[in-house]
């Protein structure tokens, strides 16, 4: 910080006398400002193992650098991952970033505590280097990874027992319909719609026990392939 003041000499060798002083104040550079917006709370893994990050950082003079930090809680080693590096000339960056936790190997039940850190391109006093919020991310427990399992698995069961619930209410309607028409010369108007409208519905209820078969065995497929609980895992525990 300081101050300056012109001076005027004009060509007979007078000056001011009282020139105006300006003062100078030197705002000190201030560290990058990080926020992760998503997830923005501490979430429970998902069986992709996946964690989508958006990444909002502000700076007074530019961003040279990104960083995600990661340690299991329970543990001291801290590992960080380049998110990527700058020229030092956007002083605003935001960055969707899809985090993987394979190569991780987490237990069930840990928990990894993780932060963003942006450096700026201070190269007087700096650089200076700013820090996110900590969040955390749980590994579920097996518990908890079979109990949802189980909840589906049931869901899927009832959609299947109510579909073919009304798979039989179809097929006793049409059965009903076609002891009438034999009792009759002939089919009249209204009993063809009915009937037509009585197979239209029991393809209709074909088609959703297909649809509701299909989801039982992606869902059991899912649970054979779900890293939550490989084989190697289980093994582990």
Known sequence: SGSYYISIIDIDGLKNSDPVRYTINAIPDQSPKVRITEPAMNITIGSDMKIPLQIEVDDDHGITSLK???????????????LG???????????????????????PDDVVAYYIEATDNDNVSGPNIGRSQIYTARFPSLYEIYKEAELEQQKQESAMEDALNKQDDAKKAIDDIIKELKS???MDWSAKKELEKAVDLQKKIEEEVKSIAQQIEE???KMEENPLISTELLNKV
């Open 184 to 186: 009759k010369d002939q």
């Open 219 to 221: 869902t059991t497929k």
């Open 85 to 107: 590096n700058y020229d030092g000339r956007q002083s605003s960056i935001t960055l969707k970033h899809i985090w993987d936790l394979t190569p991780i190997q987490l237990f």
């Open 68 to 82: 995600l930090n990661y340690e299991i809680e329970g543990k001291k080693e801290k590992t960080t991952i380049a």
